[in-house]
Structures are given as C-alpha cells and as structure tokens.
C-alpha cells in the first residue's frame, strides 16, 4: 500500500516550523529574563497546549517527566497542524470533485461559459494544494 502524503498538510507544517523553531532558539537563548523565554516558550508549542487543555481540565494534569518538556509538545503541535492541513486538502478534494461531478451532469467536457471557467479557476485557486 502507498502511503500519500498531503501536500496541503506538509505545507502547514512548514509554515508553522519557520514560525515556531527560530521563537524557540530564540527563547533557548535568553539569559536572565526567564519570565519572557517561558512565555516564549508556551508560544512555540501553543497547539499541544490548547488541544491538552481542552481535552483535560488543567487542574487535573499531572505531567510525568518525560512528557513535561517542549520537544514533545513541538512533536505533538507538528502532528495537529499536519492534521489540520491533511482535513483542508481532503475539504478541498472533496469540493473538487463535487464540483467535476456537477460539470459532468451538465454534460460539459471542458467549462465553455465564462462562469464556469471562473468557478473552476477559483476552486482550483482556492485548493491549490488538493490538487494532486
């Protein structure tokens, strides 16, 4: 079995690693105000920590060590947004083929009017990445 990957997810996750690694060595890198390297911190991996705290209460958690670190929370952040990216590209797929499934029905081979050239033009602008 052939393992797809999504494009739209990968992208996602690019995205959010040029934004969340560079705040990370930055907030590694500060000396004595430790206060802003935390929230800096929390800012990186804020995904994992939302997702954590809507899923259990905060009072309730008890962190083992291992997993009261930020690595894991940047792993688990990466694993959220790629699957945020992959439901988009599938939304977007699915819109896609919706839509060619209606140009189908109206018999049309190849959109003629200037209305469905403009409909399948911002389709496929919108969902560039679903388009595999």
Known sequence: MKIRRSRTGLAFIAVYGAMAIPLLIYAFGIEGDYKGAYVLKQVAVAPALLAMGAIIPPHLIKWPGFLNNIPVFLLLSFMMIYSVG????????????????????????RPTSPRMRTARHLLSTIFFFALD
């Open 86 to 109: 992959w439901l988009i590209g599938l939304l977007g797929r699915f819109v896609l083929s919706i839509g060619y499934a209606y140009m189908a029905t109206e018999r049309v081979s």
